[in-house]
């Protein structure tokens, strides 16, 4: 639209806020513009001083070549009430072609209405530094403290504001999102639209929920509104209404949303979640440009930080509340036994943190925006929109998670503590206070009971490993152990924590409903004896792995008589250790082994060719149950019917970047296929897996390195065609049966290998690709990698079997 033939009225409201309105007004002033405006200025009933200041400095503005009009209210008419006394004035007046309602405490930058208007748009507002939507942005200048802001602008570093202003302009220019919400700080409309929609609703007083309902009614009316991301002033926040006593500013805003509710028939929405909107709307646009100005990055490295603080705080906030709801759950009697082993763990599982998805995400954009960084393909902008979007809504989750368990907590009765007095009351006091330390005689004697009760209670399995707790579940060791406790979740289970050394431990603490952990200190005969006769009670021990036999407690316990003991081979351990050429800790183990599955009555494996190696290395020696158990969690899959984008498949790797990755083979893959696919490589080892890429090719269109959580792979499992899964021809890999590579088959990506003799799955009838034809161009046409991909997935179905069959066999033998 061409500015010179617009008017705007601009309304600006003001309650006890003259020293801030005195610096809108001097912005007004000071900075360019060519758009012809005029001011409504309403002065909410302030105080008289404020009053007399206010109108000060209006007459000083206008002798200065404001035009404006000035209202004094003897009633506060809030702003709603206010905004209108000034709407209704330009609308009388027939040249006024846009309404702009501004607050008193902005500070306008150079031609931010010159910009707005050249948007031609129905309604539109400019971001920010205050903003309770995706208007709001973190900023890295610092206009100087509110509470100097008497001294007037001399006290302001305005030059750091306007090259912000400029800054931001050029760096985002063009980019103009329609929204469906915008924030009354500062909002343009046409002429249009408020003689459409009428008057700002008064029911909201003083202030609160008119804008969302002037927005509503904005939509309701076929009208669009937008946020121009290109357009920034500077925002003080809650002038008039920070005036306000908190608790009477608490109350009109719960009152003004049960209007809002009332009027509308619907819930209000939260907008926490438009903190991501707008780290994603700007990083979607700097992405997508051909050069990256420093703000770009700056941006972006301020949005993460601030999001993680959010989240981290939100986060923070959930934890006290659980903790404050399950401590007056608890009304349980201060007994000698609960004030010794406090609460047990919640077995649910822990609520995942959202601060991994935001270093993910954030890695992955920073690579785009570097000054070398690489270019972002649409796929690529793609996916990041798809990552985006899946946070807002997480974080939306999070936010109503919180509010339902405030309102949990607040719906909950108290308990008063009761207090002590009779004799008794205060024994129990003094016995409890002394059990609270772990040393103590007492706690001592408290923790032996407990053993005692558990010893003659029997009924247990006693597993060689330490226990599967929350903070290690990202462990795949510990995600096996906890799969295997998982499936007697009504016996009794205890873990021997083997210790060499260390500081002291309570040799029994209680670890969740049904299970405990003894701290077996391996230098002491005691423990080691009540453990092996605890092992004996129960007449089961499970060992986790040959890693937990060679030590005294491990030694000891093998040599109990009567008892059914399983070995759960993880992993061929020796081999292991001698493929890391340690051959003193390989023969250690190969004697440990070769002792369990003479003497166990159950060996748990991986995989079958895992059972046929340990058959074929001790033959007439093997003498146990051989029962062929893989663990795997693939809750979700896709089908394989997926098309080449533009004739070019997608590779993907996901995984870390030891040493039996084989990193080095998989990047001469790349770099010899570097224009024919695309490749997509998600690691936590963000930085080394760069680094291993060939300089030709770290910056090329077609490769990308990142982060990802497990939920996010799911979604970018189902884009993909090829997965890499290299592994040297060895026993190790020959008996494996690797968690990533059942994760391909199932969501129809079909693997590249150096070898197919991995676990079962040569044997199943896997179909794959070899890295050498990969790299040479010879990969399948889409119909064959389609058909290769459906006929996978019926090892996954077959793997399934495996698994529930190997548990049920597992179950029975430790009837």
Known sequence: MNTTRAKTGIVIVTYNSAEVFALALDSLLRTACDSAFEIAVIDNASTPAQREASRRTFDDAVSRGLSGVYFQQEKNLGFSGGNNIGIEHFLADPSVTHICL????????????????????????????????????????????????????????????????????????????????????????????????GLLDTRFFPGAYEDDDYCLRTLEHGFKMFVARDVYIHHWGSASFGKLDALEAQGFAAENRRRFEEKYGRAWQDRTYLSVTAWKQDSIFAIAQPAHPPLHAEAHRLYAQQLNKLVDGLESYRTHL?????????????????????????????????????????????????????????????????RFERLERDVDALVSETKALLAQLNAMPTTEPKAAGGFMDRLTARVARAAEFPSSRVSRMARWAEFADLFFGGNGIMFVAPYPTKARERDGYFQRVKAIDSLFPARRRVYCDVREGGGPKPFIERAARSAWVLNVAAESRLQRLAACLLAWRFGRAYFHSVLRMPNAFGRALLRVPGIKWV??????????????????????????????????????????????????????????????????????GSQASR??????????????????????????????????ADWWLYTPDVEQMRGAAAPDIVHHPNFHVSSATRAELNGIYQQCHFGFILRDDMVVNNVSCPTKLIEYLAFGIVPIVDTPNIGDFNTYGMRYATASDFAAGNFPDEQERMDMARHNMTICERLVQQKTSGEQQLVNALA
């Open 643 to 676: 098309a080449y984008k533009n004739g070019k498949p997608t590779v993907i790797y996901a995984g870390g970047t030891q040493k039996w990755q084989n990193v080095p083979a998989m990047m001469n893959v790349v770099r010899e296929g570097i224009e024919r």
């Open 567 to 636: 070995l759960d081979v993880h992993g061929v351990v020796p081999e292991e250790f001698r493929m890391h050429n340690d051959f003193y800790s390989a023969r250690i183990h190969d004697d440990c082994e070769r002792q369990a599955v003479e003497h166990a009555s159950n060996v748990i494996v991986v995989s079958q060719a895992m059972g046929n190696y340990l058959s074929h290395k001790y033959r007439e020696l093997l003498k146990a149950n051989v029962i062929v158990l893989p663990i795997f969690a693939v809750d979700e």
């Open 102 to 197: 501004l607050n008193s405490d902005v500070i306008v930058t150079d031609r931010w209405l010159d910009y707005l208007i050249e948007a031609d748009k129905d309604a539109i507002g400019p971001l920010t530094n205050a903003s309770n939507n995706e208007q709001g942005i973190p900023v890295g200048y610092h206009l100087g403290d509110r509470n100097n802001l008497g001294a007037g602008s001399a006290a302001l570093d305005l030059p750091a504001l306007d090259r912000f202003a400029k800054e931001r302009r050029e760096a985002w220019l063009g980019d103009v999102v329609e929204s469906d919400f915008l924030s009354y700080y500062c909002v343009l409309f046409t002429r249009q639209v408020v003689e459409k929609l």
């Open 322 to 386: 659980l903790h404050q709801i399950e401590t007056r759950r608890s009304v349980q009697k201060r007994d000698l036994r609960s004030v010794v082993f406090g609460q047990y763990e919640d077995e649910e599982a822990a609520p995942r943190s959202l601060v991994p998805v935001i270093e993910s995400i954030s890695s992955e954009v920073r690579q785009y925006l570097a000054d070398q960084g690489e270019t972002a393909t649409p796929e690529v902008i793609q996916r990041l929109q798809a």
